[in-house]
């Protein structure tokens, strides 16, 4: 029988959803149409699964989130031997950036078709699609054919994401899934730690191409149990198709998609391949900066249909996070890709033994990760701990950029723990302060918006970090080793050093390398220091212990968006 008290309250949430709403535009009389079809489309309340079903179905989505979660660390050890494969290190940044440009683009579409269309059929296919793009990777001949591997594999996690939410929402009542939710969020912890490991081993021991066979079978599993014991959502028939298709907001997608990839083509090929005052990069710029501007004015005109609504950018917390997520999560994501190259390039180890040494990193961030939120969930406060994981985040990146060729252990453990401690407070934290702070009815666009700024801090500075480290890995060769032509080790990759060149040249291409990796580290350290900017915007007193009352979207006086709509129309 369904749970009645859930029932209840799914109701009164849902009408708590409805008044919000009309009071947000003046009043229920004139609730605009946009706001009248998603109250119309709220799901009906339903008889839940049985508890094996239900635990069928979250370990077949927790095994999903699993490999999404791989695939985020897996590759960490694993591109510098197929960069050496392909001869193909100025391509290192798309095999990162591809994957989540394409998720950062779509994210936040897929948790709108996930409104109109079937919650099954719209996450098997979202998986089908990952697993697409994970067996291209897998059998590709080329680095071309690796890179459109991981954009399609990028379509396919921008719609698991919102789905295995969704899911969850599906089969279980509102007080038994946080439980369910934490099982997901272990699963893709454990996939965090393990990927780098996994991914050296592969690597040493088989192919670096098993990083992408895993996720067959894995998804296959979820396939199968999302079939046949998840059921069908009921898919409402009286909203029109038109609304359908304005609701996804396909003319922003259209428009941004160009817009990042112009402007990370800018950054990859910048004092790389071109001067920076070359047309080309100039160009590019130009086209990024169009578009961008463009996008935001589709924004404004869309409202609430656009990709992420102008008013919740009004909010001190939306803005806030935002800048405080962007740099922080740039941070992480440089030192999660070149502490590895710096491993396997200057210290000389295998691929394998370079993810054992990237441990501290990992293993900090989920141990002060869980341990900040169970401070958090007694103090209320987060800010302060946004904060502190700047601090330490910035102090971690500042200490590891001293690295020479002759650091030892102490010192790249105990940076990397600094490094990690402060990725394990801030990266997860904005996640939090959002949904503490705005109406619930905005919850889950807001912390689409965190997850977006998550994926494309990834996009834009794992290209700035490689135009940093390629500008810098040539200088240095051309300063210390001038008989050798600097092209010859961007293309010959960053493993087997020591085979590819003799002991009388091999001591200055070790330090060029090093120079390299600690100016790319640079780049880390600048970020993590800005990020702290963001945390001082958010407001102080939001709390997870008590809902503070939330600003106001207008200032006093300001007539409300229907009282406005009404004098325009006069």
């Known amino acids: 029988m369904p749970d009645k008290g859930n029932i209840q309250l799914d109701t009164l949430q849902h009408q708590d959803h409805s008044q919000e709403t009309a009071s947000r535009y003046g009043g229920g009389s004139q609730l605009p149409e946009q706001e009248r079809l998603d109250t119309n489309i709220q799901d009906d309340p339903v008889e839940y699964p049985g508890l094996i079903r239900v ?41 990162v950036s591809a994957y989540l440009l394409v998720t950062s683009a779509f994210i936040l579409s897929f948790g709108k078709i996930y409104t109109y269309y079937s919650v099954k059929w719209t996450y098997l296919v979202s998986l089908g699609l990952f697993e697409l793009g994970s067996l291209i990777c897998a059998t590709t001949p080329s680095s071309a054919g690796l890179i459109v591997g ?24 509102l007080h038994q899934r946080p439980l ?29 191409r098993w990083c992408f066979y895993i996720n067959l079978p894995i998804g296959g599993v979820t396939a199968v149990v999302v079939f046949f014991f998840l059921k069908t959502t009921k898919v409402k028939k009286n909203v029109p198709t038109s609304h ?57 005109w869309k409202q ?3 990709t992420i609504p102008p008013r919740l950018m009004q909010r001190r917390s939306i803005v806030g996070t935002c800048v405080y997520t962007i740099p922080f999560v740039g941070c992480v994501i440089v030192f999660g890709y070149y502490l590895p190259i710096w491993f396997q390039s200057v210290k000389g180890v295998s691929a394998s033994q370079s993810g054992i040494m990237n441990l501290p990193t990992v293993v900090g961030t989920i141990v002060v990760g869980l341990l900040s939120s169970v401070i958090i969930m007694k103090v209320g406060y987060m800010v302060p701990f946004l904060v502190l994981g700047s601090v330490l985040l910035a102090v971690g990146a500042g200490l590891c950029s001293t690295f020479q060729r002759s650091s030892g252990s102490a010192e790249w453990i105990g940076y990397q723990a600094m490094i990690g401690m402060g990725s394990g407070l801030g990266y997860q934290l904005p996640l939090l302060v959002v949904q503490a702070d705005v109406p619930a009815a905005d919850v889950p666009v807001a912390t689409a918006v965190v997850i977006f700024m998550q994926n494309l801090a990834g996009s834009i ?51 060029a390398y090093n120079t390299a990796v600690t100016h790319t580290f ?33 200032p006093e006086g300001s007539p409300s968006g229907a009282e406005r709509d009404n004098k325009n129309s006069t």
């Open 55 to 95: 635990i069928l179905i979250t370990l077949g989505v927790a095994l999903c989130s699993f490999c999404v979660g791989l695939d985020n660390t897996i590759l960490a050890t694993a591109i510098p031997k197929i960069t050496s494969e392909f001869n193909s290190l100025e391509d290192m940044s798309w095999y």
């Open 150 to 173: 991981r954009a399609i594999s990028g379509m396919g996690s921008a719609g698991i994401f919102p789905g295995s939410v969704i899911i969850l929402s599906n089969i279980a009542p």
């Open 180 to 208: 369910l939710t934490a099982f997901i969020g272990i699963m893709s912890g454990i996939a965090t730690v393990t990927g780098p490991i996994l991914g050296g081993v592969f690597t040493d021991r088989l192919s670096w």
């Open 244 to 300: 359908k298709i304005k609701g996804l907001d396909w003319i922003g997608t259209v428009v941004f998609i160009p817009a990042i990839v112009s402007l990370l083509l800018a950054l990859q090929w910048g004092g790389a391949r071109y001067n920076w005052q070359n047309v080309r990069i100039i160009m590019l710029f130009i086209i990024a900066g169009v578009l961008g501007i463009v996008w935001l004015l589709i924004q404004c």
């Open 304 to 306: 609430e249909e656009a």
């Open 461 to 511: 500075f794992s290209a700035i970090a490689q135009t940093v480290f390629q500008n810098q890995l040539a200088k240095s060769v051309q300063i210390l080793v001038p008989s050798v032509n600097p092209k010859s080790i961007l293309d010959g990759g960053t493993v087997g050093l020591s085979d590819r060149f003799p002991s009388d040249v091999l001591p200055s291409i070790l330090q």
């Open 522 to 554: 640079y780049a880390g350290v600048a970020a993590a220091s800005l990020s702290v900017f963001g945390a001082f915007i958010v407001r102080w007193n939001v709390s997870v212990k008590k809902k503070v009352p939330p600003e106001p979207l207008l």
